[in-house]
Protein backbone atom coordinates (compact mmCIF):
# COMPACT_ATOMS: atom_id res chain seq x y z
CA UNK A 1 0.00 0.00 0.00
CA UNK A 2 1.44 3.16 -1.10
CA UNK A 3 0.76 5.01 2.26
CA UNK A 4 1.22 8.51 0.91
CA UNK A 5 -0.97 8.26 -2.14
CA UNK A 6 -4.11 7.24 0.51
CA UNK A 7 -3.23 10.25 2.61
CA UNK A 8 -3.12 12.52 -0.88
CA UNK A 9 -6.63 10.88 -1.51
CA UNK A 10 -8.21 11.40 1.63
CA UNK A 11 -7.12 15.40 1.78
CA UNK A 12 -8.47 15.78 -1.75
CA UNK A 13 -11.49 14.40 -0.74
CA UNK A 14 -12.24 16.73 1.80
CA UNK A 15 -10.38 19.98 0.35
CA UNK A 16 -14.12 21.29 -0.86
CA UNK A 17 -15.47 20.45 2.62
CA UNK A 18 -12.05 22.16 4.28
CA UNK A 19 -12.39 25.17 1.39
CA UNK A 20 -16.39 25.83 2.12
CA UNK A 21 -15.69 25.64 6.36
CA UNK A 22 -12.84 28.63 5.54
CA UNK A 23 -15.68 30.86 3.28
CA UNK A 24 -18.57 30.61 6.22
CA UNK A 25 -16.74 32.98 8.15
CA UNK A 26 -16.94 35.03 5.62
CA UNK A 27 -15.43 36.37 2.45
CA UNK A 28 -11.53 35.94 2.10
CA UNK A 29 -9.07 36.23 -0.92
CA UNK A 30 -7.28 33.12 -2.52
CA UNK A 31 -4.00 33.79 -1.02
CA UNK A 32 -5.49 33.45 2.57
CA UNK A 33 -7.53 30.75 2.09
CA UNK A 34 -3.83 29.02 1.20
CA UNK A 35 -2.45 30.50 4.03
CA UNK A 36 -5.50 29.09 6.30
CA UNK A 37 -5.23 25.51 4.31
CA UNK A 38 -1.57 25.42 5.19
CA UNK A 39 -1.77 26.34 8.49
CA UNK A 40 -4.09 23.77 9.06
CA UNK A 41 -1.28 21.27 8.13
CA UNK A 42 -3.37 20.95 4.47
CA UNK A 43 -1.62 20.23 1.72
CA UNK A 44 -2.53 22.53 -1.08
CA UNK A 45 -1.03 24.53 -3.49
CA UNK A 46 -2.56 27.32 -5.76
CA UNK A 47 -2.54 24.61 -8.70
CA UNK A 48 -5.44 22.45 -6.68
CA UNK A 49 -7.08 25.66 -5.07
CA UNK A 50 -8.13 27.65 -8.08
CA UNK A 51 -10.12 25.22 -10.26
CA UNK A 52 -11.97 23.86 -7.03
CA UNK A 53 -13.19 27.70 -6.36
CA UNK A 54 -13.99 28.07 -10.04
CA UNK A 55 -15.93 24.88 -9.31
CA UNK A 56 -17.44 25.95 -6.77
CA UNK A 57 -18.40 29.37 -8.27
CA UNK A 58 -20.09 27.12 -11.57
CA UNK A 59 -21.90 25.28 -8.94
CA UNK A 60 -23.47 28.37 -7.45
CA UNK A 61 -21.93 27.11 -4.07
CA UNK A 62 -19.81 30.41 -3.70
CA UNK A 63 -19.75 33.71 -5.86
CA UNK A 64 -16.85 36.34 -5.64
CA UNK A 65 -16.01 39.95 -6.02
CA UNK A 66 -13.30 42.25 -7.34
CA UNK A 67 -11.50 44.97 -4.78
CA UNK A 68 -8.87 47.09 -5.75
CA UNK A 69 -5.62 47.00 -3.59
CA UNK A 70 -3.14 49.61 -2.88
CA UNK A 71 -0.48 47.04 -3.60
CA UNK A 72 -0.93 45.46 -6.97
CA UNK A 73 -4.03 44.58 -9.20
CA UNK A 74 -7.38 44.20 -8.04
CA UNK A 75 -7.95 41.18 -5.44
CA UNK A 76 -11.02 38.50 -6.02
CA UNK A 77 -12.58 38.08 -2.62
CA UNK A 78 -15.12 34.38 -2.30
CA UNK A 79 -17.73 34.00 -0.30
CA UNK A 80 -20.38 31.25 0.09
CA UNK A 81 -23.21 31.96 -1.57
CA UNK A 82 -26.84 30.92 0.19
CA UNK A 83 -27.06 27.74 -1.87
CA UNK A 84 -23.22 26.80 -0.44
CA UNK A 85 -24.38 27.64 2.81
CA UNK A 86 -27.32 25.15 2.46
CA UNK A 87 -24.97 22.53 0.85
CA UNK A 88 -22.33 22.86 3.63
CA UNK A 89 -24.76 22.26 6.02
CA UNK A 90 -25.57 19.15 4.52
CA UNK A 91 -21.84 17.99 4.34
CA UNK A 92 -21.56 19.07 7.79
CA UNK A 93 -24.13 16.37 8.61
CA UNK A 94 -22.08 14.00 6.22
CA UNK A 95 -19.23 14.44 8.26
CA UNK A 96 -20.68 13.76 11.32
CA UNK A 97 -22.06 10.82 10.53
CA UNK A 98 -18.86 9.62 8.93
CA UNK A 99 -16.75 10.25 11.75
CA UNK A 100 -18.99 8.66 14.40
CA UNK A 101 -18.71 5.46 11.78
CA UNK A 102 -15.01 5.43 11.56
CA UNK A 103 -14.87 6.19 15.70
CA UNK A 104 -16.78 3.23 15.80
CA UNK A 105 -14.83 1.52 13.53
CA UNK A 106 -11.89 2.03 15.33
CA UNK A 107 -13.50 0.96 18.91
CA UNK A 108 -14.96 -2.20 17.53
CA UNK A 109 -11.29 -3.31 16.09
CA UNK A 110 -9.93 -2.18 19.39
CA UNK A 111 -12.37 -4.22 21.29
CA UNK A 112 -11.76 -6.92 19.08
CA UNK A 113 -7.92 -6.67 20.32
CA UNK A 114 -8.48 -6.70 24.13
CA UNK A 115 -10.55 -9.51 23.73
CA UNK A 116 -7.78 -11.44 22.11
CA UNK A 117 -5.32 -11.12 24.12
Known sequence: MDIEN????????????CIMQLLHGGELYATDILSLLKAANMLVVEGTLYPILSRLRREGLLTHRWQ?????????YFVLTSEGEAALSELDEAWRQLSAS??????TASERIENNM
Not at 6 to 17: H, N, T
Not at 102 to 107: D, E, H, Q
Open 6 to 17: VKSQMRKGLMEY
Open 68 to 76: ESKMGPPRK
Open 102 to 107: VAKVKR
